[in-house]
């Protein structure tokens, strides 16, 4: 499965998972260190609502699995990391392609390092802001994630 940490796999396999794929979720760019990541929002029939806007689900999905990945692949195979709870704020209709951008910062993976050297949890916030085409905010995403060093790297 070594494989799949590659990024230009990962990015293709995200961009065929059917939850990305059916729903016009696409990554677009995956940095090899996987500190930076842009996802994109198509804007389809399909994933329109009833006010011909996009869909909040589809911009809650599009944020959904990007953090964890990016934190198992910068973090390397000492760590388990799973989404724990998120919260949306939908701010103003979204028209159009729309695009979320995720960044981790050399401070927060510092950070977590700390805060799991001894085998403890750590629950680190992260927030995303996902944009229109010209650059306004849509909505905002808190993403709070779960991280603990597995059991054999704990000391």
Request: net charge positive; hydrophobic share 40%.
């Amino acid at each position: 499965m070594r494989w799949a940490f590659n990024p230009a796999v990962m990015r293709h396999l995200l961009n065929f998972w059917p939850p990305f794929f059916f729903t016009g979720i696409k990554v677009v760019e995956l940095a090899q260190d996987y500190r930076y990541c842009k996802v994109e929002l198509k804007n389809r029939p399909w994933t329109r609502n009833i006010n011909s806007s996009q869909f909040g689900g589809s911009m809650f999905a599009m944020t959904d699995p990007i953090y964890p990945l990016m934190l198992m692949g910068a973090l390397g195979k000492e760590y388990m990391v799973w989404d724990k709870q998120a919260d949306i704020n939908y701010i103003t209709p979204g028209r159009g392609k729309l695009t979320a951008e995720f960044i981790l910062t050399d401070t927060e993976l510092e950070q977590i390092k700390q805060q799991t050297e001894a085998g403890d949890k750590f629950f680190p916030d992260f927030v995303v802001h996902v944009k229109d085409a010209r650059g306004e905010l849509v909505c905002e995403v808190k993403r709070k994630v779960y991280i603990r060093k597995k059991p054999k790297y704990r000391t």
